[in-house]
């Protein structure tokens, strides 16, 4: 049967399709694997795609009104089961809730079962879920969510039908923000530094980038003060930090400022783009960055960006965020 189709998710146009059809022509695979880095849409794409195989309406899917809509909506949809939104991926909560899918169907014909997050379960976690995998219960749809394969075993791989999501293209990022009030620069600067996953801009957007400027006045600021004055704020920083996190590791210090560890690396690209006169990625601060270019040699920001690299892989040992900062903005100068 033919139905319409109302997913209101941009980009991923082939999968969309497949999905859909599959759907309307009735031929659900055993197990699909949703991947790809996060912010892509993967998890809304489950939602419409759950609501769209339950729902009762015979033209429009979903049609959010039905009870079947509603119900899965709101994750109570009784043929409909969940796993690693609240729980850990644990042997024994994969046991459970392998036991609960083997049960008879309640309200349809059809069951499906959600596991997000599957990138994260252990080997022993794996082997509970093969057999199942193998031999899935009759009429009964899988869907695996991960946003890296790397670490999946490959016998989990080997029995799913792969769905690989993609950044978003420049155009399908266009099209999505017109939904949103924002200036032309800062739906550019969104675009250039969201990387086509609509995740991360609507991180970048939940408080009207207000959050964003700060950071990026934060940067410059540094970026722009003398010795003394980073020195002086990036102890007052950690100091900070250690009050607002009491017992927190050295490593999870470092965890807390990784967010401005990757601007800080975008600014220093930024910078060396802004001396080889093209185009700035963060478009909001352009006329900061050609000023401020003007201060560092080619040489210097093309070394500490190498630094930075080191510092990321660094930061997440137990070493001293503080120390970190305080050798790349010393480097810097």
């Known amino acids: 049967m033919s139905y319409q189709y109302k997913w209101p998710i941009y980009g991923h146009k082939n999968l969309l399709k497949f999905l859909q ?65 609240d ?11 392998l036991h609960k899918l083997s049960m008879s169907h309640v309200s349809g014909e059809k069951k499906l079962a959600i596991i997000y997050g599957i990138d994260s379960i252990n080997l022993y976690g794996a082997n509970a879920l093969l057999k199942t995998l193998e031999e899935p219960p009759r009429n009964t749809t899988i869907i695996l969510v991960a946003d890296s394969i790397v670490n999946l075993p490959a016998t989990v791989i080997s029995r799913c039908q792969m769905l690989k999501f993609r950044p978003l293209t420049s155009d399908d990022m266009k099209e999505w923000l017109e939904n949103f009030d924002l200036a032309a620069k800062e739906k550019q600067t969104v675009i250039n530094l969201s990387f086509g996953r609509p995740g991360i801009a609507l991180t970048m957007m939940e408080d009207d980038l207000e959050n964003f400027k700060k950071s990026c006045n934060f940067i410059i600021k540094l970026l722009s003060g003398s010795t003394f004055y980073f020195m002086q704020t990036i102890d007052k920083w950690f100091a900070f930090l ?21 601007l800080f690396e975008v600014f220093l690209r930024d910078l060396l ?20 270019a003007t201060s560092f040699s080619q040489e210097v920001l093309i070394e500490n960006l190498l630094n930075v690299n080191k510092a990321k892989q660094k930061i997440q040992y137990n070493v001293s965020p503080q120390i970190l900062w305080e050798n790349l903005l010393l480097s810097v100068k």
């Open 21 to 85: 059809e599959t759907i309307s022509q009735d031929k659900l695979a055993n197990t699909y694997l949703f991947y790809g880095p996060r912010g892509l849409g993967k998890k809304l794409t489950v939602k419409y795609f759950a609501q769209s195989i339950f729902c009762e309406h015979q033209e429009n899917r979903p049609c959010g009104e039905c009870q079947s809509c509603r119900m899965t909506a709101k994750n109570s949809f009784l043929d409909l089961y969940t796993l690693g939104k």
């Open 87 to 97: 729980q850990d991926l644990s042997v024994e909560n994969i046991r459970e809730f």
């Open 273 to 292: 783009w802004a001396k080889l006169d093209r185009p700035v990625v963060n478009q909001l601060y352009e006329a900061e960055l050609k000023n401020l």
């Open 242 to 262: 250690k009050k607002e996190n009491p017992g927190s590791k050295l490593y999870e210090l470092g965890g807390l400022t990784r967010q401005y560890l990757d």
